[in-house]
Nanobody, 123 residues
Framework: QVQLVESGGGMVQAGGSLRLSCAAS????????IGWFRQAPGKEREGVSR????????YYEDSVKGRFTISRDNVKNMVYLQMNSLKPEDTAVYYC????????????????WGQGTQVTVSS
């Protein structure tokens, strides 16, 4: 199947870490910009981080700067989101998505989404 699949979510205590993975199947990620999004209970989906196709440019929302790191390995067809110093407000379903258009979290420019992986941070 042609798809994106997230993994690595789980339940951790505040201050803990998780590493999310986004695996591409049926196509090569190397020509796509990848965004990580999350949707917390009772809130709208928001962009968290983005990475350019070659990995040279990364972007973070203010709420996660200094705590999250996005990276990619185009040989392995994978994108990662390392999440450190997790807070209860990070609790959400996390999604990865692909786009050929850089510079925005607008859902309209992302043409493929993963199924999401749940991250729960307890206090």
């Amino acid at each position: 199947q042609v798809q994106l699949v997230e993994s690595g979510g789980g339940m951790v205590q505040a201050g803990g870490s998780l590493r999310l993975s986004c695996a591409a199947s049926g196509f090569n990620l190397e020509h796509y910009h990848i965004g990580w999004f999350r949707q917390a209970p009772g809130k709208e989906r928001e962009g968290v981080s983005r990475i350019s196709s070659g990995g040279g440019n990364t972007y973070y929302e203010d709420s996660v700067k200094g705590r999250f790191t996005i990276s990619r390995d185009n040989v392995k067809n994978m994108v990662y989101l390392q999440m450190n110093s997790l807070k209860p407000e990070d609790t959400a379903v996390y999604y990865c998505a692909r786009t050929m258009w850089a510079g925005t979290y607008s859902p309209s420019v992302y043409d493929m989404w993963g199924q999401g992986t749940q991250v729960t941070v307890s206090s």
